[in-house]
């Protein structure tokens, strides 16, 4: 593995690191509005929330930057 390799597995490592709370935030916020509905609206809201891409697409973006990062730099 050249230096190059490495440098970019940490750099994957510390924006996977960075962005991963920001998706934290994001669902916790979403949460309280959630809990704040009741009964039919709850569950069209939780269903929304399933396929909602802004919260899912920012946690999943910072677990594969770790990952890869990671995958770099233990080959």
Excluded: C, H, N
């Excluded at 509005?33 to 909602?52: A, N, Q």
């Amino acid at each position: 593995m050249g230096t190059d390799d490495k440098g970019i597995a940490v750099i994957l490592l510390v924006a996977g690191i960075g962005v991963f709370p920001f998706g934290i935030v994001i669902i916790k916020q979403q949460w309280e509005e959630y809990k704040k509905k009741e009964g039919r609206e709850r569950r069209i809201v939780l269903f929304f929330e399933m396929i909602d891409l802004w919260s899912t697409w920012v946690l999943f973006l910072s677990l594969l930057l770790i990952l890869g990062g990671a995958a770099l730099l233990w080959r």
